[in-house]
């Protein structure tokens, strides 16, 4: 069984920094792109930021210049760097991996979100 699971979350300050991680585990062949999304109560899942194999990535609009993501391939990890956070980034954040399971079969691992909340 493959897992994901999210770590960071806090509350933070208008204006302040928070980073975020994701590992993934279990049993996979290999790993795709890994992503960020994020949810508010009663609202969609919406779009963060992606990055690829070679470390290519993009970012939602709303969080282009404030938001990182990068990605440790030797310990299955993915991060994201939030800076400059406002209220509006409020949610709870979701990281999804894409991998291959071993019949080689590619798959969307989902962790259990972890809570960001930006308040003064």
């Known amino acids: 069984q493959v897992q994901v699971v999210e770590s960071g979350g806090d509350l933070v300050q208008p204006g302040g920094s928070l980073r975020l991680s994701c590992g993934i585990s279990?049993?996979?062949?290999?790993?795709?792109?890994m992503k960020w999304w994020r949810q508010v109560p009663g609202g969609q899942r919406d779009f963060v930021a992606t990055i690829g194999l070679n470390g290519d990535h993009y970012y939602d609009e709303a969080v282009k210049g404030r938001f990182t993501i990068s990605r440790d391939s030797t310990k299955n990890m993915v991060y994201l760097q939030m800076n400059s956070l406002d209220p509006e980034d409020t949610a709870v954040y979701y990281c999804?991996?894409?991998?291959?399971?071993?019949?080689?079969?590619?798959?969307?691992?989902w962790g259990q979100g972890t809570q960001v909340t930006v308040s003064s």
């Open positions: 279990g049993n996979f062949l290999s790993i795709g792109d």
């Open positions: 999804n991996v894409r991998y291959r399971d071993p019949a080689y079969i590619w798959r969307d691992g």
